[in-house]
T-cell receptor, first 109, second 114 residues
Framework: QKEVEQNSGPLSVPEGAIASLNCTYS??????FFWYRQYSGKSPELIMF????GDKEDGRFTAQLNKASQYVSLLIRDSQPSDSATYLC?????????FGTGTRLLVSP | GAGVSQTPSNKVTEKGKYVELRCDPI?????LYWYRQSLGQGPEFLIY????????DSGLPNDRFFAVRPEGSVSTLKIQRTERGDSAVYLC????????????FGPGTRLTVL
């Protein structure tokens, strides 16, 4: 079992819709969780981080964490074509990040 | 302020050659990380420096890979006797103090071994 799992997609949503990206992790001791966005040919760019159970909102983005279920999600409201990218879920494990393979999001105009 | 910088942006080499990849972290960041990303995969951890010392090098695939950070700032990843399987994007990240701090990534070096 992979340490961090994501559906590779692509996840296709129309412009203006809510995109929901999901991630599960195996290490129950994980304390911090990150979502990075990666455009093709570019490096990962931090979108959100979350440490506590519940929701954390930042603009159009909401991160959700459920440690009991070992589940992290990212909601993108009012999706825009410029949001089309690969979204990487990362879990901090002993000071290094463990990444999932990423979910490719396609937002159609 | 300036972000993480990496040089070169692209490196093409022949099998068996030696390469060095450089990373300049965000000023004031004590923690520096190297990751490797292959096509279609997430970044994979290689090594973590806290200051000048390698705090965790468990991700280095074999002894052909070595990294240094002699003055606690710039780091160099060194790969000896390169193999075609070493072809990937090598990413450097830095964070303020390590631990669970947010890591900020550089633009990466795309290494191609022919």
């Amino acid at each position: 079992q992979k340490e961090v799992e994501q559906n590779s997609g692509p996840l296709s949503v129309p412009e203006g819709a809510i995109a929901s990206l999901n991630c599960t992790y195996s290490d129950r001791g994980s304390q911090s969780f990150f979502w990075y966005r990666q455009y093709s040919g570019k490096s990962p760019e931090l979108i959100m981080f979350i440490y506590s159970n519940g929701d954390k909102e930042d603009g159009r983005f909401t991160a959700q964490l459920n440690k009991a279920s070992q589940y992290v999600s990212l909601l993108i409201r009012d999706s825009q074509p410029s949001d089309s990218a690969t979204y990487l879920c990362a879990v901090n494990g002993f000071q290094k990040l463990v990444f999932g393979t990423g979910t490719r999001l396609l937002v159609s105009p | 302020g300036a972000g993480v910088s990496q040089t070169p942006s692209n490196k093409v080499t022949e099998k068996g050659k030696y390469v060095e990849l450089r990373c300049d972290p965000i000023s004031g960041h004590t923690a520096l990380y190297w990751y490797r990303q292959s096509l279609g995969q997430g970044p994979e951890f290689l090594i973590y420096f806290q200051g000048t010392g390698a705090a965790d090098d468990s991700g280095l695939p074999n002894d052909r890979f070595f990294a240094v950070r002699p003055e606690g700032s710039v780091s160099t990843l060194k790969i000896q006797r390169t193999e075609r399987g070493d072809s990937a994007v090598y990413l450097c990240a830095s964070s303020l103090d390590g631990g669970s701090d947010t890591q900020y990534f550089g633009p990466g070096t795309r290494l191609t071994v022919l």
